[in-house]
């Protein structure tokens, strides 16, 4: 009996901190939840977003490729001018810009989360793959 | 159908997991080849495709360059880059022959894409080409290129036909790119698969091979136990010889023994061998052989066990290293087989050896005889008046007696002399190295030790016998030394029994004749040569014939007419006389019963049919006559026996059961009359309580009642002797009318012979009967 509750005391001490650690964990996911959920839709050669326009904050922006060509998406915030280009003349300048939020290569059929924190603004979304953005696969999102 | 758990040392148990394991190894195994062998061609196929994939990029890049110079006067050709890039879309599509870029690598096979993924992918960097092509041939044609039709989807909005050649481009060059990622990826995802197969595969095998090595220790340890269980407790013994002398012995050994293992390995083993049989046992040891040996071993009892040993030589098997000895103990077999030995070839009563053995030891003792010159002898010793004992004694009372006479003959012979018994009261004696004389001293003191008085059932018995004897040098035959032995027997008996005679080819003659007329009677008998002859009776007061005497006939195909005075005798000695005797009976009553039919004769007359002693004593004669009285229909008072008065009055178990027969007979009304009355030695008073109804007056008294006063006065006695026992008085012999006259005075009531009639067969009876019913008479015949 004894070594059987010798035994219940150390499950104690191993089986309380790991329930305080994901009760946290919860507590933390549940402050950071989005306020808004961007579904962008990317197939050859065109950005579909929607909604097109989102409140400012948290919010998740989920990338689905209906293509069959592989892509990535990356947010920026809009500029008067058009986006720089590199000058091979086939891709954006991303040094030039700053990236809110870049979703890397979706495969075909796949999708890509990402979650970020929007400031009021109108924002472009575009697949920066060689001579995508130039075949069009570009988008734009007002925020606020 | 054997059932879980019987013992089966000998039975697959255990084979059926260790083969399960195997062929889990195998399909293992195949699946691990197979999958390997697949995934390996499956990439070198997608390496292929990448190859020619990749390569689209390059061929794009390089058509756009070749597009420009060509708009810029150059020598180059890009309508064949062109070709190219739409020979390898289709190619990386639908399956088919890449061509070869010059200078840079071959044609490549490729088969059709099978992902659909893939198949998106290389549908869209098709439609690309085209576009890319399409765009590039309007610009090397100074055509508009916005108004190229776009399949892919693009949206090109640029002004700039060039930059939108090189978008056009670079959508092919990643499409193609990114196509051949996808293949790279699903490759590597092949790849993980089959590593993580093998692993699993791997691991399974490991886990196989503990289970096999786990299952065949379980299944060669169970073996063991059976093995060892076998020898442990088997009555077999087993013993392993090595050079170094005995290497094992079984749990059985060490008992029968009663020694520890320890002290029987090494020389041990031997030490308890017979000195006999250690040669045997040593040279099995040495050569691995026979398969077979017998030998003995010294059991705790101080017994001496006979051990038969099947010898399996595995000297050369490396565990072994020796000789193997699977023994079992056959002591009690080898004791019975020699008790079966001593019984096949010893007297059971006397312990004598028996006829084989004494024509083994005759044949051996032959061949010494012939080499050394030295005379054999065997002696065939019947012994006389053994018969009476055994029939009035009983036969416990003649067995002893045997065994006496055995012991007595054991007592005067030396010990290398064969004393045997052949059977009954017959015995045999070998004596080797003797002359005529020693034999001869030999047999006076044979018949001298059966002589002597033997005290069997409380009364004083002597007995004779009667001794054959042949000496030779080694020349002669066992079969023939032994028969001419019993021919020199037969002569001692026929000179008077109690002595001894020595073979002389003479009796070899004698025998000879007796047995050639032996065997010519009995096929004699078998082709109806007998037959029979009748004499009539005759009433003397009245002269009618009252009866005949039936006479036996044998007219030999050889001989011609055989008296019975020379065959008769044959026939009593060698027993035909009893199917002789049967004969005469059976065709007397035939014969009698056809007169009595064919009126010939008055209901009183009296076939007489002589009787020997041996059907007397045989104890079937009452069953004779009354099988031929009922055949022929006859009643028993027309039928009369003449028997002997000495086998009448005999001694013994013969003489009590022929005075039966006869006395049965007689109340059957079956007549009886005593033949050759007056010339045997009975007892007069004896004939008082016989069944008797006649007595026949031998014809030697009564040739010589005219001359003879002895005669004549015998003659009357007789017949006063029969009147007095009131019997009737039959006179044999009457040839004269003198005899007649006499017989007729003396009272004489009925008589036979030549002066009447001669023995005559039953035909010419049959006439006579017809004409001669009342008077017979007949002077001329009495002449005749």
């Given at each position: ?26 507590a ?6 989005p ?80 979650r ?29 | ?11 697959a ?6 083969l ?18 697949s ?29 420009l ?13 062109a ?31 099978t992902?659909?993924?893939l ?8 439609r690309?080409?085209?576009d ?48 051949a990622?996808?293949?790279?990826s ?30 065949l ?23 392993v010889?090595?050079t ?26 031997e ?31 101080g ?44 007297d ?23 080499r ?25 009372a ?12 054991k007592?005067?012979?030396?010990e290398?002399?064969t ?5 009954g ?23 001298d ?10 009364r ?25 032995a ?28 007796l047995?050639g ?14 037959g029979?002859?009748y004499?009539p ?8 014939i009252?009866?005949?005497?039936a006479?036996?006939?044998w007219q ?8 019975p ?15 002789l ?11 009698a ?16 049919v ?7 004593g ?9 099988s ?5 229909s ?6 009369g ?7 009448v009055?005999e ?15 007689h ?16 007892s ?36 006063n ?12 012999g009457?040839e ?7 017989l007729?005075?003396?009272?004489c ?12 067969p ?23």
């Open positions: 009996m004894r070594r059987l509750s010798s035994w219940l005391g150390r499950l104690t001490l191993v089986v309380l901190p790991v329930l305080a650690v994901v009760g946290c964990a919860e933390d996911t549940v402050s950071r939840a306020n808004s959920l961007i579904r962008v839709s990317v197939k050859d050669f065109r950005i579909v977003v929607t909604p097109g326009h989102i409140p400012a904050g948290e919010a998740e922006l989920v990338v689905t490729n209906h293509g069959p060509d592989t892509h990535e998406l990356i947010v920026v915030r809009s500029r008067r001018s058009h986006l720089p280009v590199r000058l091979d003349g086939l891709t954006v300048d991303e040094e030039a810009l700053h990236a809110v939020a870049t979703v890397e290569g979706v495969a075909p059929k796949g999708v890509g989360r990402v970020l924190h929007l400031a009021p603004g109108r924002y472009e979304l575009f697949c920066n793959m060689a001579g995508h953005f130039m075949a069009g696969m570009h988008g734009n999102l007002v925020v606020g | 159908m054997p059932r879980r758990g019987d013992f089966r040392p000998f039975a148990r255990g084979r059926r997991p260790i399960a394991i195997l062929l889990t190894f195998a399909a293992f195994s195949t699946v691990s080849v197979v999958s390997s062998i995934t390996t061609k499956r990439s070198q196929h997608r390496a292929s495709v990448v190859e020619v994939a990749a390569r689209q990029r390059t061929l794009a890049e390089r058509y756009v360059k070749e597009v110079l060509a708009r810029e006067g150059a020598r180059v050709d890009p309508r064949f880059t070709s190219i890039l739409a020979r390898s879309a289709d190619a990386l599509l639908d399956g088919g022959t890449a061509p070869p870029v010059y200078g840079d690598d071959d044609e490549t096979k490729l088969s059709s894409a992902d659909a993924t198949r998106a992918q290389l549908g869209q960097e098709r690309l080409v085209v890319l092509t399409n765009t590039g041939n309007a610009l090397l044609a100074n055509r508009s290129v916005a108004r190229v039709p776009l399949t892919a989807h693009e949206r090109l909005r640029m002004k700039d036909p060039v930059l939108r050649l090189r978008v056009l481009a670079a959508l092919t060059s990643n499409v193609s790119l990114n196509a990622r996808t293949l790279a699903s490759t590597d995802r092949n790849i993980n698969h089959l590593i993580v197969l093998q692993t699993v595969l791997g691991a399974a095998g490991l886990l196989a091979s503990l289970l096999l090595g786990w299952a220790i379980l299944a060669t340890r169970r073996q063991t136990a059976h093995f060892r269980s076998l020898i442990t407790s088997s009555t077999d013994l087993v013993v010889l090595g170094e002398g005995c290497r094992y012995v079984s749990r059985s050994v060490t008992r029968m023994v009663d020694r520890g293992e320890a002290e029987l390995l090494g020389d041990g083993f030490a308890l061998l017979h000195s006999e049989d250690l040669a045997a046992v040593r040279s099995a040891s040495g050569c691995g052989g026979p398969p077979e040996i017998v030998f003995r071993v010294l059991n705790t009892a017994e001496w066990r006979h051990l038969e040993a099947h010898v399996t030589d595995l000297r050369q098997e490396r565990w072994v290293r020796g000789v193997v000895l699977n023994a079992r103990d056959v002591t009690e077999r080898i004791k019975l087989e020699e008790q079966l030995t001593h019984q096949a070839f010893h059971s009563l006397t312990g004598l050896p028996n006829r084989s053995l004494f024509r083994d030891r005759l044949d051996q003792a032959l061949a010494r005889a012939k050394s010159g030295e005379f054999i002898a065997v002696l065939l010793i019947d012994l006389d008046g053994f018969k009476q004992v055994n029939d009035s004694l009983g036969h416990d003649g067995d002893q007696l045997l065994s006496e006479v055995a012991r007595r003959f007592h005067v012979v030396r290398s002399d004393v045997a018994r052949f059977g009261d017959e015995f045999a004696l070998l004596l080797e190295c003797v002359t005529e004389r020693e034999v001869m001293a030999f047999a006076q003191r044979l018949l030790g059966v002589a002597e008085t033997v005290a069997i059932a409380g004083e018995i002597s007995l004779g016998a009667s001794i054959g004897i042949v000496l030779d040098p080694g020349s002669g035959h066992g079969e023939e030394l032994v028969r001419d019993d021919v020199a027997m037969y002569a001692a008996k026929d000179a008077g029994r109690g002595r001894y005679e020595i073979f002389c080819p003479e009796m070899a003659r004698k025998a000879g004749e047995l007329v032996e065997h010519e009677l009995r096929l004699g008998l078998q082709r109806g040569e007998f029979l002859h004499q009776e005759i009433e003397l007061a009245t002269e009618r009252v009866g005949v005497e006479l036996l006939r030999s195909p050889t001989r011609g007419s055989v008296p005075a020379r065959f008769i005798p044959i026939a009593e000695a060698t027993g035909l006389i009893l199917l005797g049967e004969f005469v009976l059976r065709e007397a009553c035939l014969q019963a056809e007169w009595r039919r064919a009126g010939l004769v008055a209901d009183s007359f009296v076939t007489w002589n009787v020997s002693a041996k059907q007397l045989n104890g079937t004669l009452g069953t004779v006559v009354r031929a009285l009922e055949a022929a006859l009643p028993p008072s027309v039928l026996l003449e028997v002997t008065e000495t086998a009055v001694d013994g178990i013969a003489g009590e059961r022929a005075r039966a027969e006869l006395t049965k007979l109340r059957l009304g079956v007549r009886i009359a005593i033949d050759d009355f007056g010339t045997g030695f009975s007069l008073g004896q004939l008082r309580h016989f069944p008797i109804d006649m007595i026949k007056v031998d014809g030697s008294f009564v040739q010589g009642a005219v001359d003879d006063p002895k005669d004549a006065a015998i003659t009357a006695n007789l017949v002797l029969a009147h007095a026992l009131g019997l009737v008085a039959v006179a044999e009457i004269s009318e003198g005899q007649l006259s006499s007729q005075d003396f009272g009531d009925l008589g036979q012979g030549y002066l009447f009639a001669r023995p005559m039953a035909d010419q009876i049959s006439e006579l009967l017809a004409t001669h019913r009342t008077e017979l008479v007949d002077p001329d015949a009495a002449v005749a």
